[in-house]
């Protein structure tokens, strides 16, 4: 066979694999050879039947981590729960500059083999190597399980179209016809998780109006998560920042929000009608740590020479403001609810911060290059007609 010939094939194979979905997992071992630990998306089961269960996980040759398992004789398959992107990520060597040691990101305790296991997976199997192969460019170690770990609840962490997912239970329909039709009538929605209270229920109010028998589902995150369920096709449309989106995304901008300053109603700056960001420099912050407003509102505060102190960080958009009512520090918000209250009755006050910025830019995304269907379409008019009343970008 020619080498374009195989070229071409390999090309193929693995455009075909990443459409294959498979849970994410992070292999450790320690021992005589040394502590390490890889992502891996190749790990099977070979036999219950065996003496002991046997599995499979396939390393690269290139990986410290394949030839300290050989030499350990032991490793551990951490299969993570679909909040644990973050620790998949620093296994793969994405967070080199985060971490000097990639066990950092996580809390570990150990198997009966000595092998690391994050404290909180899904799953994890202790396993001992009974034989490793090299094929190609990955060795194939088997391993004998001898010890389990299974968490009561959570879901796995999934990898498809080069995009991490997340499972979800498919309803058994009656009929063909209905498969059809709630195919027809369905539409999965993304939205970011502080704006997306106070502009979607009314868009979707409105959708429903028109069609009551449409099914829309929502998935709601940070930038990242709504993000990935786009590229993986989970999302047909999504409300997202118009902050670092890959360029394999349609972008349509629909409005600005520009960011204040919140405070408890008795806090010292309150008499102020507006805020600079040297005004807030003497007083703590509470960060809404949900990327990517986090780095937003901490590069505001150092593009004007001022270093916040942080003191609590949350990813959570009413705890920041319940946090703030309780005088425990002032945050910078974009999202501005129509009450001035927290989720407890304390009274809030915003201010308008006068500094040199950006305002943060709401988006309608979706993948290139893929045809919307009816609902998604629909959903994108009702948006553009939504933000139009807010005037354009």
């Known amino acids: 066979m020619s080498n374009e010939l195989k070229s071409g094939i390999r090309d193929q194979f693995l455009e075909g694999m990443s459409h294959a979905a498979c849970t994410v997992n992070v ?3 320690d021992g005589a050879a040394g502590r390490a630990g890889v992502t891996v998306s190749a790990m099977s089961s070979v036999s219950a039947d065996t003496p002991k269960p046997t599995l499979l996980v396939c390393i690269n040759r290139l990986s410290p981590t394949a030839q300290k398992i050989i030499e350990n004789g032991v490793f551990c398959v951490n299969v993570l729960r679909d909040d644990q992107a973050f620790v998949s990520d620093t296994f793969a060597g994405r967070h080199i500059d ?3 040691d990639k066990f950092e990101c996580a809390e570990w305790t150990l198997m009966p083999s000595g092998a690391p296991r994050v404290v909180d997976p899904l799953v994890a199997f202790d396993c001992r190597l009974i034989s490793s192969n090299l094929v190609g460019t990955h060795h194939v170690c088997f391993g ?3 010890d389990i770990f299974v968490a009561q609840r959570g879901s796995p962490l999934i990898y498809a179209n080069r995009a991490y997912g997340a499972t979800s239970r498919i309803q058994h329909t009656a009929s063909i016809n209905a498969v059809h039709r709630d195919k027809e009538n369905q539409l999965t929605v993304g939205c970011f998780h502080t704006f997306g209270p106070y502009f979607v229920p009314e868009i ?3 959708l429903m109006t028109k069609d009551p028998t449409r099914s829309i589902k929502l998935i709601e995150g940070d930038q990242r998560k709504v993000q990935e369920s786009l590229l993986a096709g989970e999302v047909e449309i999504a409300l997202l920042y118009d902050l670092d989106l890959p360029q394999d995304l349609d972008v349509a901008l629909l409005t600005k929000l520009n960011p204040y300053v919140l405070l408890a109603e008795g806090h ?5 009608s507006t805020l600079t960001p040297f005004d807030l420099d003497q007083y703590p912050m509470v960060l809404l740590d949900a990327p990517p407003s986090g780095d937003y509102f901490i590069g505001i505060l150092k593009a004007s020479g001022v270093t916040p102190q942080i003191a609590y960080r949350s990813s959570s958009f ?3 403001r319940g946090l703030v009512g309780h005088g425990l520090g ?3 918000l974009a999202t501005k609810p129509a009450s001035p209250m927290t989720y407890d009755g304390l009274a809030l006050v915003s201010r308008q911060l006068m500094a040199n910025v950006e305002p943060s830019q709401v988006a309608l995304v979706r993948r290139k290059n893929v045809e919307l269907s009816k609902p998604a379409y629909e959903f994108q008019e009702f948006c553009k007609a939504y933000f139009s009343k807010f005037g354009t970008v």
Request: hydrophobic share 50%; no cysteine.
């Open 318 to 320: 009413e705890m920041v």
């Open 330 to 332: 002032y945050t910078l």
């Open 27 to 29: 292999v450790t071992t």
């Open 268 to 272: 010292p700056l309150a008499e102020q």
């Open 98 to 100: 985060q971490f000097a």
């Open 144 to 146: 004998e399980v001898a």
């Open 204 to 206: 979707i109010r409105n």
